[in-house]
């Protein structure tokens, strides 16, 4: 006769975050700095690794100092100070950060590996409690109400809250047991990296980005969609990626290993970046875009960062958009718990995060699925890089708006026109 497994206990409290990844780790830690209580479930052990480009940009940077975080050269992290461009001439294109009321002027750079943990743990010094190997298999309906009140794990766990925030990447298997799609027409990029031996380009202040791949000799050979990425990550390697984007999710076909081989036997021998000095493999991942999953707080769920969509069509960053939905998500939990979870006013609240994301992102994503529409065709690419890289004003514009990075109340005309672009079309 099989023995019995026990039943476990069920873990009450107000806030269960699915998902210890940037979002869900500063979801946790902001809650947990409000007063609430919060159980926050990772169903892998940390450390682990995620498949990422491992450099932050100045927009990341800033919430990271929010956080309390000591990003200083001598705690580990590594600064960088711009990009460097190569496209459409051999003389690569230098964009400094710029110097921003909102930003700060420098980027870092760190292994996912760490800089998750690092965000879990600043969670549970916050007061979150830290649950890992709790797989989330689904949700608790309450059959009365129809919304959501918990989760069970694949371990028989049962976790217990009023409201419960999915981080749970791309796939979002709890969104989609609430019955949340992804949209299809809305851009879907796809992302392969591996790191490399190179001592030559282990300290490089810039991060790197290549906007034009060959399949042969540069200029001699066929452009094939998509861009490249060298970050320095100063330990002797470099983290080394390319990626594409379509202006829907059901178009992607691309080889990424092969292109990347090919992409790299264009680089100088002295960089080293060969599969001898590889170390590792090659791994990819999927980078949902322009809110293709909404609505964002749907019958006591809410959505941050992947699972909700929250990456750039403009350049394929998450990381930022995920730890900045993170604290308005905070913000609106901590003030229905202040109205009573499951008033009308609570309800109120939480439907405010919603307005906000589109508020603050919802024109600057509908640009970008615009501008994914226009480089996903390599010819056009082509035209952009050969005619735009020569042109150092329209560049910074250009850069400004890629990254984005631009002040919205006192920044230079660049700030000003970009600012209007973005409330002047609909929200994504």
């Known amino acids: 006769m099989a023995e019995e497994r026990a039943a476990q206990p069920v873990v009450e409290s107000d806030v269960i975050v699915v998902g210890a990844g940037p979002g869900g780790s500063t979801t946790a830690k902001w809650l947990a700095d409000k007063g609430l209580t919060v159980t926050l479930l990772e169903k892998s052990t940390f450390p682990r690794d995620k498949v990422c480009g491992d450099g932050l940009t100045p927009r990341a940077t800033k919430q990271l100092i929010r956080l309390g975080v000591d990003v200083s050269e001598e705690a580990g992290w ?27 002027n420098y980027g870092l750079t760190r292994p996912r590996s760490e800089f998750d943990h690092m965000l879990a743990q600043l969670a549970q010094a916050a ?43 791309n796939s979002s298997r709890l969104a989609l047991a609430m019955g ?34 060959w399949d042969g000799k540069p200029g001699e050979s066929n452009l094939l969609p998509g861009y490249g990425w060298i970050f320095a990550m100063g330990d002797g390697t470099v983290n080394v990626g390319l990626g594409t984007v379509s202006s829907s999710a059901s178009s992607q076909k691309m080889n990424f290993r092969d292109l990347m081989w090919k992409w790299l036997a264009n680089t100088p021998a002295e960089w080293g970046l060969t599969r001898e000095n590889m170390v590792g493999t090659i791994g990819s991942a999927a980078l949902p875009m322009s809110f293709n999953r909404k609505p964002a707080y749907h019958r006591g769920l809410v959505l941050v960062g992947d699972a909700a969509g929250m990456v750039s069509p403009f350049n394929g960053e998450g990381i930022p958009y995920a730890m900045e939905a993170a604290d308005m998500a905070a913000d609106a939990i901590a003030d229905a718990r202040a109205r009573g979870f499951g008033t009308p ?7 405010g995060y919603r307005t906000r994301l589109e508020a603050e992102w919802g024109g600057y994503f509908r ?3 615009v501008f994914v529409s226009l480089i996903e065709r390599p010819e056009v690419m082509r035209l952009c890089t050969r005619y735009g890289l020569p042109r150092p004003t329209l560049m910074k514009f250009t850069m400004k708006l890629l990254a984005h990075l631009y002040d919205t109340t006192d920044g230079d005309w660049m700030d000003r026109t970009i600012t209007s672009l973005t409330k002047v079309v609909p929200s994504a």
Request: charged content about 25%; aromatic content about 8%; overall charge neutral.
């Open 78 to 104: 590594i600064h960088n100070r711009g990009l460097r461009t190569y496209g459409g001439r051999k003389e690569p294109f230098e964009f400094l950060w710029p110097e921003l009321a909102q930003f700060p």
């Open 127 to 169: 007061g979150a409690e830290l649950v890992q190997g709790a797989n989330v298999s689904e949700p608790i309906i309450d059959a009365s109400t129809d919304r959501i009140v918990g989760v069970r794990t694949k371990d028989g766990g049962e976790y217990r809250a009023p409201i419960t925030v999915a981080a749970d990447g």
């Open 367 to 369: 640009l970008g699925q």
């Open 180 to 213: 949340l799609e992804k949209n299809r027409k809305r851009p879907m990029g796809v992302a392969a990296r591996a790191y490399f031996n190179s001592p030559a380009r282990t300290h490089d202040p810039l991060m790197e980005s290549w906007l034009e791949l």
């Open 345 to 351: 006013a609570a309800e109120k609240a939480l439907a």
